[in-house]
């Protein structure tokens, strides 16, 4: 097999630590990102890893970055569906816009990078299709019916896959993380964050991007052939599926 890796959403938080994480055990590793280019630019200097831009909401940009991928680094064995975005709001708020924009992105964007790199994988009977989903997408989450909605999806979606890629070498699994050191959680307001939010979690921290990179990285090992359809619950014992 080659050991050619995409990681979508690639450059930033877990994103970026599942690329380098991939990079350590001997991958080619190509990090997609949507639009922070300064990010990236930093992520590429910082760590030598390349960067491609497009928007994985769109599948004509989705299937020309996978050959322009293919073509400077070679055939992808690896997928990593790490891009979200979240369009928060109660129910009787949400527009059409914020549900079709977290759809498109989060569930649909699954679809457009996973479909293009199906037919190649069948072909060289090896693959490893890893969707980065969420505890809330297994239990739910008020203010997040759309991302809820959308990562409930990506799980469906790999154990449906997950049937008619184990005669074809493909494994298609799901990480879903709790919260996690990003970023984003961090930017949440302290004594929310200490009051609310962690005293939930029975391990008494958040989790550490470094934490979900190696659950990615024995997933698109061979050593997890027989592993398919499965999800691994990495949340500090918040919730357990």
């Known amino acids: ?65 996978i050959k322009q991928v293919e073509a400077d680094l070679g055939p992808v064995s690896v997928l990593v569906n790490n891009a979200g975005i979240t369009r928060d709001a109660m129910f009787h ?26 037919s190649g994988m069948r072909d060289r009977k090896f693959g490893r299709i890893i969707t980065i989903s969420s505890i809330n997408g297994q239990k739910g989450q008020a203010g997040q019916v759309n991302y809820s909605a959308a990562k409930a999806g990506d799980i469906g979606f790999s154990k449906a896959l997950a049937q008619e890629g184990a005669r074809a070498g493909i494994t298609v699994n799901v990480i879903c993380p709790g919260y996690i050191a990003t970023e984003m959680v961090k930017a949440i307001d302290e004594k929310v964050l200490n009051e609310r939010i962690i005293p939930q979690i029975p391990v008494g921290r958040l989790g550490e991007p470094e934490e979900i990179a190696r659950c990615v990285v024995f997933l698109a090992s061979e050593d997890a052939g027989f592993i398919t359809g499965s999800t691994i619950t990495a949340n500090g014992g918040q919730y357990f599926a």
Request: glycine share 10%; aromatic share 10%.
């Open 93 to 118: 708020k949400i527009t059409r816009e914020q549900w079709k924009e977290v759809i498109d992105t989060n569930l649909s964007g699954v679809f457009n990078m996973t479909h293009p790199l199906w």
């Open 1 to 65: 097999m080659t050991k050619v890796a995409i990681v979508t959403g690639g450059s930033r938080g877990i994103g970026a630590a599942i690329s380098i994480a991939l990079k350590t055990v001997g991958y080619s590793v190509a990090a997609n990102y949507a639009g922070n280019d300064a990010a990236a630019a930093k992520f590429k200097a910082e760590t030598g890893i390349p960067v491609y831009k497009w928007s994985v909401a769109d599948y004509d940009a989705c299937a020309a970055g």
